[in-house]
Every structure is written in C-alpha cells, then in structure tokens.
C-alpha cells in the first residue's frame, strides 16, 4: 500500500484524502485529513507535517529519501511555507548505516544558510519497506 492508499484507507466514510478541516474556535486548519491522522496541521503561524515515507519501496535510500523531501516540499507549499522556513526536523531511518546516504541528499536540498535544527535516529519503521521518514515543523510565510 502507498502513502496515498494508506491516507485514503485514513478516510473518514464518505471523506477523501485531500480533504481540509478546519476548528475554527481553536485556529487550527488541517488537510489530507483522515480518520487517523491528517498529513498537515496548521495552528498560530506553524505548520505540522505528520511523518512523511516513500510511496516507491523499490528505491534505495538516495531514492526514497528524494521522494521524502519532494512530499514535504509539496506540503509546505500547500500550507503556505517553504523549507527554508522549517523549525525543526526529525529523521528516522530504519538502520542507521543509510545516515551517510540520506545525509548526502539532504544536504543538497536544504536551503542554502537555512539548515533547521535536526535529530536524526534509528528507529523499526511501520512497514519494513520504509527506509526513511521525516517529521517537519515549519513557520508559515
């Protein structure tokens, strides 16, 4: 099952992935919103990113930590932010000999004077197929 399979078996009955809710009372904006968990929660000028994975399990680590990046790149977007604007990051990786290879990738995406602060650490992933998964915390613009 892909990321997008699994967002939409977090569907709500009757609700799609991409849908938006919004808590108005609380200010809290969230999209892809499912039954588990929403991919994005924005609230007081932050942006949350829930922990994004690779949807091609074939990839290796250069691969699936690109797919990674693209994902957050296209979250932030639709939340109104960019990576040069993260707070904070957190990788996990399910073995930590694939450190230098994420490492290596990350450090060509990152905003250039802009490196967020970052813990990266090993940690068993839900699907064994997942290689790497970051969670993101992002000021909106």
């Known amino acids: ?7 939409q078996s977090d569907a709500a ?15 809290i904006t969230r ?3 499912g039954a588990t ?10 942006v949350y990113l829930a922990g994004q994975v690779a949807d091609d399990l074939t990839r290796n680590i250069d691969g699936q930590t690109r797919e990674v990046l693209a994902h957050i790149d296209r979250l932030l977007a639709e939340a109104g932010s960019h990576k040069s ?6 990788v996990f990786l399910a073995d930590i000999k694939d450190f230098d ?6 450090q060509g995406w990152v905003a250039p004077d802009n490196a967020p602060p970052r813990a990266t650490v090993e940690a ?4 064994p197929e997942w290689l790497v998964e970051m969670v993101v915390t992002a000021s909106a613009q």
């Open 1 to 7: 099952m892909d990321m997008q399979q699994l967002q």
């Open 13 to 27: 009955p009757g609700e799609q992935a991409g849908t938006h809710s919004a808590n108005a009372a609380a200010g």
């Open 31 to 33: 999209l892809h919103v």
């Open 37 to 46: 968990l929403s991919d994005t929660a924005i609230c007081n000028g932050t």
């Open 85 to 90: 604007r993260i707070l904070m990051c957190q």
């Open 101 to 106: 290879g994420m490492n290596h990738v990350w």
């Open 124 to 127: 068993k992933l839900a699907r």
